[in-house]
């Protein structure tokens, strides 16, 4: 929950507006604004105070205690210019809120933290615990200074300025290890805990048996990511609440699921009683990975059957791929979230023009994979092959990345073993139909007049469904130097069943700088003016010119709703 808390007139209202435009997210604290803010304070994880920063600085100071703990703290002036990010920029993502209240209310984020400043990654933002001396090794990748990458278990990262040797390390690995001077030790969630126990068993004794497997095996415990059992426990109280306390979630799996998983160690017990031969091997490796510490059993001081089982494996390492759509080409087409994926990705793969387009927005460390016209499928398997490495790749397409784009090859490369994000972008059927008014304003089909990748006889027969269906039709790729006839082909086709006065929309380089646009006739049209840059859009029978514009109508009758007397 984020507090808000103002004091004047002007303040209250810029409050309004974000509890507003936040409802389920915000408190709104009155009264006495220094009481406001200790129980804002103490109640929620951020603070939007619309207050002078001096003032809150007094009013906060008493009540610091932890940077990883104290909420977030943002000020927005009295004229409601500035969003600063005043406390918790990192731990207590004061710096994302900062920016997400300036795009509410039209304030510019004021974010002073060295490494947003930067361009840089914040070590403490990467969603890992970590340990060492993270402000002298964030200082030396600040400075410039040689700063290693140690990866001993590979885990997605954003793009680090790293080197191959260096004073200072930045280490990556689930290893009870301790880290050295000028060394970050980030904690991947690699580790699953399997456990099984009888029932009654107490939490003590669940946490007392998980935590000596891991330090005996010389792993560590913030690099468990769950623990897991058979459905019959999720609700074994021992378990619920050792998982609690180790703040990881219980996962729990159908008995017939874990049957199937092969362990070393089956058992005729768990057999009987839950229906499958192993609940803490399996369960540690139904998702496949290598197993670290086989089943053991808990030790009881008084000597008594034990009551508790677990088994720990690594699970596999999961890449991450992002395909993102970057828009026609404006940068303001572009979206925040894909922004967002181009500077957490470690590398990007994409043609080489579009590259170009969005170098800027890369993160140092970015490593950039670039081709040619062309190798569609190159790129596709390139992604996949990265992110099955365990990186986090950004695949990037014109548009949107599901359209005539690079989302199909590549999903159809990737398996289940990575993690899939799509990011939609502004097509350019969308772009060229803003230019030209709302020519798709009723039902509406796009047609690729490429024939690489289909017969231009499957081309042709879906073009003429489109013109007996009387749908607009936004045609792609309509022509290029190798295929100047499928246009005009294709536009004879829908002049067989529309009338000669149908208006038609020609837009190259939509949102662009050169963008241009011309509006004409079925009849007129030439198409020696289109090129692969261009869109071209057939309207309708019910398509009309208005005022130099493009529509088409929703086609809805309005009736007047019947009265019941």
């Given amino acids: 929950m984020i507090g808000l808390i103002s004091a004047t007139a002007a303040g209250t209202a810029a409050r309004d507006r974000l509890a507003a435009a936040w409802p389920d997210r915000t408190r709104v604290y009155k009264g006495d604004v220094a ?19 001096g003032a809150v600085v007094r009013m906060v100071a008493p009540l610091l205690s932890d940077k990883r703990s104290d909420p977030g703290v943002v000020c927005v002036d009295e004229a409601g210019r500035f969003a600063v990010s005043l406390l918790g920029g990192h731990g207590g993502g004061a710096n994302a809120l900062a920016g997400e209240v300036g795009a509410v209310l039209g304030a510019e984020p004021v974010i002073t933290t060295a490494t947003d400043a930067a361009g840089l990654p914040g070590l403490d933002t990467l969603g890992l615990p970590v340990e060492g001396d993270l402000a002298a090794v964030s200082r030396a990748l600040l400075d410039g200074e040689p700063v290693a990458l140690a990866v001993d278990t590979p885990w997605p990262l954003p793009p680090l300025p790293v080197a191959e040797a260096g004073e200072y390390t930045i280490r990556s690995t689930d290893r009870l290890v301790r880290p050295t001077a000028r060394e970050v030790v980030l904690r991947p969630p690699s580790l699953v805990v399997g456990v099984g126990a009888s029932r009654g068993v107490s939490e003590d004794e669940v946490t007392a048996l998980v935590e000596a497997a891991l330090r005996e095996a010389g792993l560590a415990a913030a ?6 059992t058979v459905d019959a426990k999720a609700d074994e109280a021992g378990i619920v609440a050792a998982a609690e306390r180790m703040g990881v979630p219980l996962v729990a799996h159908p008995a017939e699921t874990l049957a199937r998983v092969a362990v070393p160690n089956p058992s005729r017990a768990p057999l009987a009683a839950v229906g499958t031969p192993s609940v803490a091997e399996a369960a540690a490796l139904v998702d496949g990975g290598e197993l670290l510490v086989p089943k053991r059993r808990s030790v009881r001081a008084d000597g008594s059957p034990a009551r508790a089982t677990c088994a720990v494996a690594r699970r596999p390492v999961r890449g991450r791929l992002a395909v993102v759509g970057l828009g026609p ?20 793969v994409g043609l080489d023009q579009y590259v170009d387009q969005i170098r800027d927005l890369l993160r140092p460390g970015t490593r950039v994979l670039a081709s040619g016209l062309g190798a569609e499928e190159e790129r596709a398997r390139a992604a996949v092959s990265e992110a099955r490495r365990g990186h986090a790749v950004a695949l990037i397409g014109s548009g949107d990345a599901g359209v005539y784009a690079m989302a199909s090859p590549a ?5 289940d073993d990575i993690d899939v994000v799509g990011v939609p972008g502004v097509t350019a059927a969308l772009a060229a139909s803003a230019v030209l008014g709302a020519p798709l304003g009723h039902d509406h089909v796009s047609v690729s007049l490429s024939d690489l990748h289909t017969p231009w006889e499957v081309i042709e027969r879906r073009v003429r469904a489109a013109a007996e269906s009387d749908l607009v039709v936004t045609f792609y790729n309509p022509r290029s130097r190798g295929r100047d006839r499928h246009l005009t082909r294709a536009l004879a086709v829908l002049a067989a069943h529309r009338a000669p006065t149908t208006p038609v929309g020609v837009v190259r380089n939509a949102s ?6 011309l509006l004409t006739t079925l009849a007129e049209v030439d198409p020696t003016v289109v090129d692969m840059l261009t869109v071209v859009t057939v309207g ?5 010119e208005i005022a130099g514009r493009m529509v088409t109508p929703r086609g809805y009758r309005w009736q007047r709703p019947e009265v019941t007397r």
């Fill in 540 to 544: 309708n029978s019910a398509t009309r």
């Fill in 411 to 415: 999903l159809a490369e990737a398996g």
């Fill in 223 to 228: 690099s468990v990511a769950a623990l897991a």
């Fill in 35 to 53: 009481g406001a803010v200790r129980t804002a304070f103490a109640e929620c994880e951020g603070l939007v105070c619309f207050l002078a920063t």
């Fill in 329 to 348: 080409g404006a940068r303001d087409l572009l979206t925040p979230r894909a922004v967002a994926e181009l500077r957490g990705a470690s590398v990007l």
């Fill in 512 to 517: 662009r700088a050169d963008e241009s646009s």
